[in-house]
């Protein structure tokens, strides 16, 4: 009964420090579809400059890049 | 893309001191914007949901390039399954038809005047580039496209190469054709078009083995297509084509 309750505690702390993780998704599925408008934002560029979705788009529009990292 | 009228940014989940360390150790000036804490991330529905809440990678996006107009509305979106690969700039653009291919060749058969090229000259592991047709089917021929028929459609067939995947190629919209003898309704293309061929440079250990040595890589395949023009149905054609493009090694920087 002892081992029992213990392998219990044991699973219970597994599943609670596990978190929700998700499977991959299709990347199809992933953000703003063609057509549609994307969302405002604004941020902090490399040299300190507050950008939003107006300081980036040129004349005939933009490209929007979102990458993983620059620091690994 | 400026002399496109595009505007150009890069986003990350990254301080803004790595950002700049980063943007100067490659001497890039196009912005690339802070996202602490990943709110513009999570706004746009790219939290990347298979890493873990409370790791160090938490918060970055599922990486992907969005082509907007000048409404900031959604052209094209460019998504890989792989975070490895990408599509080069020069691809995207080409693909959108904003900007002309690179160094392309230009040869005629009876039925058609080919130009072909590729987005990209130098290619490295995980890049997507695009090999491009312009094709102007001479006057009163038709190709034809993909659809419900029996005819040899206009399509590049390329020589498998282990280091090399081949995407689904990229067709612009067709005609239906009436051949009124038969009485006979087919998809196909009587005015110039664009047939777009995406291919990867594969990013794996194997080939990235695989072209350690390697300056350059060769693809190499055929243009295949059927002509018809209202009185002949001439025999399926296949045309060699290839192109030569310089590699360099994967930046594990």
């Known amino acids: 009964m002892l081992m029992t309750r213990r392998f219990f505690v044991l699973l219970i702390l597994l599943v609670a420090c596990s978190g929700p993780i998700g499977a991959q998704p299709d990347p199809a599925t992933l953000g703003p579809r063609v057509g549609a408008q994307v969302p405002e934002f604004s941020g902090v560029d490399q040299f300190g400059r507050r950008q939003t979705l107006q300081t980036v788009l040129g004349a005939k529009g933009a490209m929007l890049v979102f990458f993983r990292s620059a620091d690994w | 893309m400026k002399r496109q009228g595009l505007g150009l940014a890069a986003i990350s989940y990254d301080a803004p ?26 706004q746009y529905g790219l939290l990347n949901t298979t890493v873990q809440a409370g790791t160090r990678t938490y918060g970055i996006p599922f990486p992907g390039t969005f082509i907007l107009d000048r409404a900031g509305v959604v052209r094209s979106r460019h998504f890989e399954a792989a975070y490895q690969e990408r599509s080069t700039v020069a691809s995207i653009l080409v693909g959108q038809g904003i900007t002309p291919f690179g160094p392309a060749t ?3 058969t009876a039925h058609l005047t080919v130009t072909a090229g590729a987005s990209d ?26 659809g419900k ?22 067709y612009p919209a067709s005609e239906i054709y009436h051949f009124k003898p ?14 777009v061929q995406d291919v990867t440079v594969l990013a794996t250990p194997e080939v990235q083995k695989l072209l350690a040595k390697e300056t350059s890589v060769i693809i190499t395949g055929r243009l295949e297509y059927q002509a018809c023009d209202d009185k002949l149905c001439y025999s399926p054609q296949s045309v060699p084509v290839s192109w030569t493009l310089a590699l360099k090694p994967l930046d594990r920087q």
Not at chain 2, 25 to 33: D, K, V
Not at chain 2, 138 to 144: D, N, V
Not at chain 2, 149 to 168: F, G, I, N
Not at chain 2, 184 to 195: G, S
């Open chain 2, 17 to 42: 001191e790595t950002l700049k360390k980063f943007a100067d150790a490659r001497g890039i000036t196009f912005p690339l914007i802070s996202d602490s804490g990943s709110a513009i991330i999570k």
């Open chain 2, 106 to 108: 230009t040869s005629e």
């Open chain 2, 121 to 146: 000259d130098t290619v490295a592991p995980g890049k997507r580039l695009s090999l491009v047709f312009d094709i102007t089917p001479k006057r009163g021929m038709h190709l034809y496209a993909p």
């Open chain 2, 149 to 170: 028929h029996t005819y040899q459609v206009v399509r590049l067939t390329l020589d498998q190469q282990p280091w090399m995947r081949a995407h689904e190629p990229t």
């Open chain 2, 182 to 195: 038969l009485n006979e309704r087919v998809e196909v293309f009587q005015k110039p078009f664009r047939l």
